[in-house]
């Protein structure tokens, strides 16, 4: 059975600051990956995926993320982040070749301060 | 753009009501989802349609949780009776097939007293 592990329940970072959510999985067989953010009181938006090809991805407002299948890991990243960016983020995985079945990580809070 | 739309945004009932969501997905989506998403949790898949066919309802609670999709367009999740453990929140997502990209409407947030 596939499952997913978000390391951080909570990050507190600095506006400007660069941020590294960490998202680990278990699978016996090929997967795609995700990662989602939800903002209060709102549905998950999606930021990234990987299907297949390129191990760096690069989503929308500036995130990008890594594959790693040796790691099995695909954390987030990003650069320089902004108030706005304070939300809950979540990383998925789906067996490879079906984009179903989600399974969802317990979620990452950032929380970016001035 | 086009998004999936649910109502209501905000249901409080009381336990051993009755209680129903509704869910518009994106145009030509054939596929839809129910999923919950207890506060501090990621969300949890409770149904899956292709059209109007459940192909997925291994972790719907059957004896008090309903899910209906008649014509293949929107759908309704019902729960009878509440109970608090219900307390949650109910996200529909919809995706052109079982293959492609669930986009998720707002959800609608239950609170059961």
């Known amino acids: 059975a596939q499952s997913v592990t978000q390391l951080d329940s909570q990050v507190p970072v600095f506006e400007e600051a660069p941020v590294e959510l960490r998202c680990n999985y278990s699978?016996?067989?090929?997967?795609?990956l995700f990662w989602y953010v939800q903002y209060p009181n709102q549905g998950l938006q999606l930021l990234l995926k990987?299907?297949?090809?390129?191990?760096l991805v690069k989503g929308i407002n500036g995130f990008e993320a890594e594959f790693n299948k040796s790691q099995t890991s695909f954390h987030l990243r990003k650069p320089s982040v902004h108030i706005s960016d304070t939300a809950e983020y979540f990383c998925a995985v789906s067996e490879g070749g079906s984009q179903g079945n989600l399974i969802f990580g317990k979620g990452t809070k950032l929380s970016v301060k001035p | 753009e086009a998004e999936v739309a649910q109502s209501p945004r905000y249901k409080i009932t009381e336990k051993s009501q009755a209680v129903a969501f509704w869910c518009d997905p994106i145009?030509?989506?054939?596929?839809l989802y129910w999923y919950r998403q207890i506060l501090g949790q990621g969300p949890e898949l409770l149904v899956q349609?292709?059209?109007?066919?459940?192909?997925?309802d291994s972790q719907l609670p059957k004896d008090r949780f309903s899910a209906e999709r008649l014509k293949g367009v929107d759908s309704t999740l019902k729960i009878q009776p509440a109970e608090l453990g219900d307390s949650a929140m109910y996200l529909c997502?919809?995706?052109?097939?079982?293959?492609?990209?669930?986009?998720f409407g707002p959800g609608t947030r239950l609170t059961v007293l």
């Open positions: 349609f292709q059209d109007e066919s459940v192909v997925d």
């Open positions: 997502a919809s995706s052109l097939g079982r293959r492609d990209t669930q986009y």
């Open positions: 699978s016996s067989v090929s997967v795609y």
């Open positions: 145009s030509g989506h054939a596929t």
């Open positions: 990987y299907l297949s090809g390129s191990t």
